[in-house]
Antibody
């Protein structure tokens, strides 16, 4: 079974940093584009970043550009999101997901909650 | 950027009802449209990809249609486990924009 498990969330003060991880099992992420999607409390889904299989192409949503960095280690079958200069509006559940060439996101991890508050 | 607009934002229905949710893109996205179901406190689940292809393991009561800018998710006969939020998503651009969601309630 293809499975993704996020970790690294928690409570952080405004301006602080956090690094999220996403570990895959049951498949190799090496041939997949990987994504981070977030969901603020009571709100909808927001795609924030993706990285292609060989890390050659990376995109960010405008509100996180310059503050967040996506990376991957195919040997460790893992995806990462380094989040710096965190703001209250970054408070959300963060999901990782793999996507195919036509952009269907499947599977998804269970999510990890990031709370930015003083 | 492509904007995705779902309607309605919420919908009340009963078990056995036929339900339709609409999604409109601000520009043509061909058939690069996916639908997800999200139950409370859970991760989203892929239902439909490429506008009309049913994801493996998803019940056949779910179907998708449309191309260009207008798309529809149909549930032919609502089951108790279908009460959830539904999101469309474009995969035409590099922004993978989601619609704002439709909450399906009893």
């Amino acid at each position: 079974e293809m499975q993704l498990v996020e970790s690294g969330g928690g409570l952080v003060q405004p301006g602080g940093s956090l690094r999220l991880s996403c570990a895959a099992s049951g498949f190799s992420i090496s041939t997949y584009t990987m994504n981070w999607v977030r969901q603020a409390p009571g709100k909808g889904l927001e795609w924030i970043s993706y990285i292609t299989s060989g890390s050659s192409t990376i995109y960010y949503e405008d509100s996180v550009k310059g503050r967040f960095t996506i990376s991957r280690d195919n040997a460790k079958n893992s995806l990462y999101l380094q989040m710096n200069s965190l703001r209250a509006e970054d408070t959300a559940v963060y999901y990782c997901s793999s996507s195919s060439g036509i952009g269907r996101f499947d599977p998804w991890g269970q999510g990890t909650l990031v709370t930015v508050s003083s | 950027d492509i904007q995705m607009t779902q309607s309605p934002s919420s919908l009340s229905a009963s078990v056995g009802d036929r339900v339709t949710i609409s999604c409109r893109a601000s520009q043509s996205i061909s058939s690069y449209l996916n639908w997800y179901q999200q139950k409370s406190g859970k991760a989203p689940k892929l239902l439909i990809y490429a506008a009309s292809s049913l994801q493996s393991g998803v019940p056949s009561r779910f179907s998708g249609s449309g191309s260009g800018t207008d798309f529809t998710l149909t549930i032919s006969s609502l089951q108790p486990e279908d009460f959830a939020a539904y999101y469309c998503q474009e995969s035409y651009s590099s922004r993978y924009t989601f619609g704002q969601g439709t909450k399906l309630e009893i």
